[in-house]
């Protein structure tokens, strides 16, 4: 059954992200990770769903929307989805990943953790 509160009509969000990894310090750089290059991960997702409807696949509220309109593979676009999405997508990349954060409001926030 799909969440029927008050965000069940469309909205927009201002998201927030934070991405935690981990590891040993390189001898070299003195760095787990070098920051621009985290970013280098991060920003083409990010660009990917910035600024687009995300919709459920059977949503009929978005039928009209065509490309404007993103479906939304893994259900409801939730911020537990999102912070998901983001985990499966950074993971694998040399660094160890520990967690994704996203704050839907500065009170409201999912996190995906390493298991």
């Known amino acids: 059954m ?6 069940y009509h469309p909205h ?5 992200m934070e991405v935690e990894v981990s590891g040993p310090i390189n001898e070299v ?3 787990v ?5 985290l970013d280098e991960l991060v920003n083409p ?7 687009q409807f995300l ?4 949503d009929a509220r978005f039928e009209g929307f065509g ?14 989805s999102i912070a998901s999405y983001f985990f499966q997508a950074l993971t694998g ?13 500065d009170k409201a926030s999912a996190t995906v953790r390493r298991s």
């Not at 993103?70 to 911020?79: K, M, S, Y």
């Open 93 to 105: 990349w040399g660094v160890i990943l520990e967690r994704v954060t996203i704050y839907e409001t």
């Open 29 to 31: 750089s003195n760095m």
């Open 45 to 51: 997702i990010v660009r990917e769903l910035d600024h």
């Open 12 to 16: 927009g969000h201002n998201y927030r």
């Open 55 to 58: 919709a459920h696949p059977d």
């Open 33 to 37: 990770w070098d920051f621009a290059d």
């Open 2 to 7: 799909r969440h029927k509160g008050k965000c």
């Open 67 to 80: 490309d404007d309109c993103l479906r939304w593979a893994e259900g409801d676009p939730t911020a537990e």
